[in-house]
């Protein structure tokens, strides 16, 4: 495997399911992002981690749970979630959370609640 | 605060012509980033160029090219002679820089720009 890999691709569930996304990385960078990327908005950041530390959550709700136990995986557990969650939803890495470091996406996964 | 914006939304063009895909920032950083990305239809957003603030040159890379103009806050992409698989939605960002931390991406709505053979 090569470059940000994102499991499942699709996925459906209903408001009272529970799931995980999952992201993994295989260039050895050190910052790892959540991204959602709903119809015609632009895209959002969700949380940030460096060095597996979050260093950033943009009030985002708490229905939305990050997790990363190493710096090659992030995941994202997602319960009582609400139809307007529906959207896709990007990793990214970077060599670390810096300003000038461009990020490597992975494909997403495509979300959709109903 | 800082935002970009890429008032084209959708453009189409016929195969082999060029096209400008523009973007404007606003920013009171003097230290900044300014990024492209593509997105085909697969999903993943696919890293094309970096440009920091004290660097206007502009820049080419095969077919496509930049102009950075600091004085009009705009950092257009041009692809010369299309092609069909340059069909995707174009993102400008922006990432400020002068505090010296980390500071997040802000992504323009992007541009979607659809090749016809």
């Known amino acids: 495997e090569t470059g940000v890999t994102q499991t499942p691709r699709h996925l459906v569930m209903g408001m009272t399911n529970k799931k995980s996304l999952k992201c993994e990385q295989h260039l050895g960078h050190n910052a790892m992002y959540w991204y959602k990327q709903s119809a015609k908005k632009p895209l959002e950041l969700m949380f940030v981690y460096n060095f597996k530390e979050q260093t950033e959550n943009n009030s985002v709700p708490s229905r939305f749970s990050p997790e990363c136990p190493n710096s090659s995986h992030l995941f994202l557990h997602l319960h009582t979630l609400q139809p307007e969650d529906s959207a896709l939803y990007l990793c990214?890495?970077?060599?670390?959370?810096?300003?000038?470091?461009?990020?490597?996406f992975g494909p997403g996964t495509r979300l959709t609640v109903l | 605060a800082q935002k970009v914006t890429q008032a084209q939304t959708e453009i189409s063009v016929v195969e082999k012509e060029d096209v400008t895909l523009d973007c404007v920032y606003e920013?009171?950083?003097?230290?900044?980033?300014l990024f492209w990305y593509k997105q085909p239809p697969s999903g993943e957003l696919v890293f094309l160029i970096r440009r920091n603030s004290f660097d206007e040159q502009n820049e080419i890379s095969g077919r496509y090219s930049w102009n950075f103009q600091k004085s009009t806050s705009s950092f257009n992409f041009t692809i010369t002679a299309s092609q069909v698989v340059d069909s995707a939605v174009y993102f400008c960002?922006?990432?400020?820089?002068?505090?010296?931390?980390?500071?997040?991406?802000?992504f323009g709505s992007g541009t979607q720009l659809t090749v016809l053979p």
């Open positions: 960002a922006l990432s400020e820089a002068d505090s010296g931390s980390a500071r997040q991406l802000t």
């Open positions: 920013t009171r950083d003097t230290t900044y980033y």
């Open positions: 990214a890495s970077s060599q670390e959370y810096y300003s000038y470091n461009e990020q490597f």
